[in-house]
C-alpha cells in the first residue's frame, strides 16, 4: 500500500465499507436477547439458504475472517504430516503468515506454478505420482487447494475444476476451495454454484463474503459431511466461535438475499472490466491476465506510474521483479468516477 | 442452557445485544474507503485512548473474541513446555475446548483453587518453591493467570493482585489477567485501571468489551512492551487480524468514549446487586458468593427451581454436585423489569 | 538425586547397566550389512514373538525411550482438542516436561486421584458422565491412561484393569496403557499377558524394557490394529525412526527369549520385597504402599534418613510434604549385597 | 532400496555396522550403576572433547538420530512463524516427513536450488531482501540451513560457508548446518572443524556419527551458546532425553578419540572415488557431481542397470525423470572387494 487517508480505492476490496443491506441487517438483529454461539434462528437460517443456493445437504459455520475460513478448513482435511498442493500464489502459502502450518499441525504447502495462478490436473497427476504416498520419510499428499476467482484474477471454469476433482479422487486427497473471491467468479461464469463445488469434486468451500460487501463473515461450507464432524471443535479452539453469533449470521443471511451477493459481485466485475478495458487502450500499457473477476494486473508506462505515484488513488506494486507493474482491485462500491479519476490519472 | 425462544435473559451477558452507541459507531464507521488490516485511524485512536486511560505506555491489539485475547495474550508468554497457573475454574481451563493448549503449542495449565474463584498469593508462592524450574523432567513455571471480575463473581482488590504480582515476579512468571469482565469490576472497585493492571503487576491483559455491549471485539493490551513484539504475527498466523478492521476499532473507540464502558457495566453490576438481595429475602435460598460484579450463584429451594424450569427465564443450572444451584447473569441490557419477571418466578 | 559417583543404587532402574544376554545380542546383530529403518529380520522376528506372547494379532514398533512410546502412542489416540484422563502421578504427567502435550498437539491431561497410584472404575464413570462430551465449550474425552505397574510400586489386578476397560468402551475413550514397568507387573502377578492388556479392553500398550535390563529399547503395541495405521508416520516425524534399527530390536528379541523379560523383573520384584520386608521390621520404619513391582515407598526414621544421606547409597527423597519418605528402587542387576549394604546403613 | 537379503551394500551408510572401537565402548561403560538422563562422567566427557576439537566454548548434547539432531536444533532458532531456507534436496525438506514443521510448530521450509546441492550467498541474499521480513502477511526469515556434506556428494569450501554466514548475520538470521555428514566433508577439506563452522557463521550444528560407524548417536553443538539455554527442556519434551545416557556418550566418546572420526570417514571417501574413477571409465558411464564425501551420483548405462537390478548389490535408483541415474553410498566398512564386486556387476 502506498499511502493512506487517500481517497479512491483501487487497493483492496477490504478495504471498501459495508453493503447498506448488510449493515441494515445487524442493525435488525440486535434487538433483545439471542441465544450465543450459534444457537440463534439466524445461524440455522444461513445453512438452509445455503442448501437452496448449493441445491444440496452441506454443514455451514460462519467465521470472521478469511484466512480463518481457509485454516479451519484445511485442518480437517489434513493429518499433521500431510500435504496440500497448492498454486505458489496461493493466499494460503504467501499471504497468512503460517496459519496453515499453524492449525495443521505442520503440514506442509507443496507450490505448483500453472498459468493465470491456476493449477493444471495433469501436472498435478504428474507430480503425485511422484509424491511418496506411504512412504514413511515423506509427508503425505492429503489435499489439493484451489483460489477461485484467482489470485490473478482469472476464473477456473467447471471442466477445469471437474480434472482437478478427478484427479484429487485418483489420488485420495481432498479438494478445498478458497473462495474468497467465489462471487465473483459465479457471476463472470453465469452457471450454478453446485457446478464448480460439489459436482466438480470439491469437498471444503471457503465462502467468502467479507472482501464483497460484508464487515467479516465468511462460510466454512463442507459438502462432505463425514469431514464436518469436528469442525466445530477446531473452530472453538481456533478461538473463532463468536459468541454473538447472530451478528456474523445477519451479515450472510442478507448477503445471501435476493441475490445481492452475486450483484455486487456483478457491479465490481463490471468496474474491473472497465478498468481493463480502458488501460488495454493507454499506448505502451498491458494487462496482464484475463480480466474475468474484480482484479487487474497491469504493466504501465512509466509516466502513468510517476503520475499514479503521487495521486491520490490507492494500488500496490506488484512484486520486485515486476518493474511496472501494479494490482488494482474494484469491489461492490467502485463507482464510476472512481474509474474515470483512475484513468485521467494515468493517461 | 435450558430453553429456547425466550425472552427474559439471565443466562450469559453474551446473549445481550449491542448497546447503541456502539452500534451507532459502526454506522459512523462504514464511510468510504479505510486502510484495512488496523492501518486505519480508528485504530490507532483506540491505544491512544487506552493509554489516557491506563496512565502510561502500552500496547493495544483489537481482536474479535474473548477466547482470541486470552490465548493469543498467553501465547507470547510461555514456551510451549511452560506451565500456566489458573484457577481450576477459569475460563481458560473450562470453556475454551483447549485453544490455550493450541496457541502456546502444549502449556499445561496447573489448576490451582481458591475461595469465590481468586487464586491466593501464598499458596502460589507455595506451589512455585516446589514446581521443579530448571529441572528439566518438568513443565517449566511461565505464567500466572488471573480473572477479573473471577467466574464466581467476586472481584479481585488491588492490594490482592498485588502480591500475585510480586509471586509472580518473585519466580520469574508473567501475569496474565484475563479481563472479559474488566469494566464490571473496576465500576465495582471505583479505583483506576492501573491500580489493578500495571502498577499491581500485571503484564498483559484481555480487556473484554463483547460482554458489556460490544459486538464482538477485545483488546489485548501489554504493559509489558517486550512482550508485545510478536503479538502482530502470532495474531495474523491464528487468523484473528481483521480486513476491515475499523469496525472492531470503532466499536472499541465508542466503548471508551464518555465512560460508556463504565456506564454499561455500573447498570449490569447495579441490576445483579438487586437480583442478589431481592434472592437472599427468599425464605430457603442462598446466595453463595459476595456478587461483587454482574453474576449471581444461588441456592434456591426446589420450588422456586421447578417454578423457573417452566419459565420464559434464560438462565443455567451450576454444575452436577450443585443441586439446587443457579448461575444468573445480568448485562447492560437488563431493565428493572426483567428483575421483577425473575423474581416473580422464583418467589 | 542426591549424590554421584557413588556405588550402590536404589536410585532408579535406569541407573542400572545392561544385561549380558542384551548385550550380546547387540554384538551378535553387529554383522554385516543390513537393511536400515526396521526393513531387517531382527524387527519383524520382535512383532513376531509379541504375537505368541500376547496371543493375538498386534502390531509392534520399537522406539527408544519409553517417553517415546508413551506419547507416540497417545498421539493416534485423541485429537488436539482431546482430554486424556491419567493418574495425578502418572509419569506422562509429572515427568515428561509436556511431551504429551507436545505429540498430541494440546490435548489436555486430566488428573485424578486413586488410593496406591491407580485409577478407580468407578470414579472415571463418574468424571466422564460430567466430562462434557459434545459441547463444544469443552476438550473432548479421548483415552483413559493407566500405568502398569504403578509410580507407586503397586500392581492392578486383571479385573481391575478389565472395570476401567470397561468403562472407557462405555464412553467411547481408548485405553492406553504405561507398561515401563510391564514385566515387573506380569511377574508379580502371574497371570497371562493378554489378561492385562487386550483382553481386558487396552488397546495400545508401552511395553517397556530399558528399565529392566535394555540400553534403550520399548515396543509400542496396537491390540487395536486400525489405530496402528497412522503410528509410523507419527514415529518417523517425532525423529524417533532408527536408522540402524537391527540393535533396537536385537535388544527386543533377546529380552523376549527364553522368558529373559520375566527373570529379570522376577529378580528385582524380589529382592524389593526382601527390601520391604527388613524395613518393616526397623523400629519407626513403615513401608507406604504394598509393594508388588520394584518401587519401595518407605518413612524412615531421622536416624536413618541421616546415615542414608552420608552414604554411598543412591536414592530418591520424595516430595516436599513427605518429610522423612524416600523412594528406593530395585532392578535386574540389585544384588544381595547391596540389600544388605542398604539394610546396614539404615538400621 | 532394491532387494533385501543381499550382501554388498552401496544402498546407504546406514546399512553398514558399528565399527569395532564403538561397539567395544559400549561394552566398556556396561558395568555398573551410573546417574542416568546424562548426569554422568561420559556424557560431560564428550563435551570436554568437543570444545577442543572445535577450539572454543560450546554446548553439545547427544541424541539418537540425526533427524531428532536437525530439527531439535532447528526449535530453537525459529518461532513458529519463522521461515528456514534450505536447498530443495535438503535432509529436512525431503525425508524427515515433516519432523522439522512438527518441532517447530509450523515454521515453513522455503526450498531454494543451487547447483550440486550447495546454497549460493548470493542468491540467499537476493530472496532475503524480497521475503517480507515485519511484514505480518508473511512468515519472518528465521533461519539458513545448509547440509554439510551435501545430499549431491558434494562439499562446502569454507569460504562458501563463510558467505553464507555473512549473509544470514546481515539479514538477522540464524545458521544451521545439517552435518550428518560433517566427518566426510572435513576429511576432504583438511581443515580445521572451526573453520567451517563457527568461524565462518554457522550457530548450530548436527554432528553426526550414526551414519559414519556409530550405532546411533549425534551431538546437536551450540556455538551460539544463548541458544543452547532451552535445548534440554525441547529434547525432554521431544521425548529424546535417554536415560541410559552413558550410552550414547559411549559411542561418541569412542568416535572422537584418536581420530577415528576422522579414519571412517577417510575411508567411505576413498572408497568413494575409487568408486567413482572406475566408473568414469565405463564407456557410456557418467558421474554426475564431484564426488568429494561418500556419495556418488552416476548415470549408468543400459546394460549395466539390468545387470545391478539383477545382483546382489545393494543401491538406489534415483528420482523419476532420473532415467539411469543411481545413488551409491559408501562407508567406514565398504571394502575393496565390495567395489570390485560392483564395478564387476556394472562393468
Redesign the interface.
Known sequence: ?VK??T???F??D?????APEI?AA??KA????????G?DPLTSGVEAKLKQIFECDLRAFP??????A???GLSVMT????AIYCHRLAHIE??????P?????????VKLDGEGGKLQAAELDDVL??AGAGN?????PAVIDITQATESGTVYKPEEIAEIGIVAQRHGLGLHMDGARFANALTFLDCAPADITWRAGVDVLSFGA??NGA??TEAVIFFNLEKAR?F?????????????MR??SAQLDAYLTDGLWLDLAGHANRMAREVADRISAIPGAEVLYPVEANLIFARLPEASLESLAVSDV?YYRN??DSAGEVRLVTSWNTSAQDVDHLLKVIT
Open positions: 500500500m493512506n487517508g481517497l479512491v480505492n487497493a483492496s477490504n478495504a471498501a465499507p459495508v449493515l445487524i442493525q440486535n434487538a433483545g436477547p439471542m441465544l450465543s454461539y444457537d467465521v470472521a475472517t478469511g484466512t480463518a481457509n485454516v479451519l493429518p499433521p504430516y500431510g504467501q499471504d497468512e503468515c503460517g496459519a502450518e499453524f492449525y495443521t499441525h505442520g503440514a506442509k504447502l505420482k511422484e514413511v520419510h515423506h509427508v503425505q467479507t472482501k464487515m467479516g469436528e466445530e471443535f477446531r473452530r472453538k479452539r481456533g478461538a473463532h466461535l463468536f459468541s454473538k451478528y456474523l490507492l512484486g520486485k
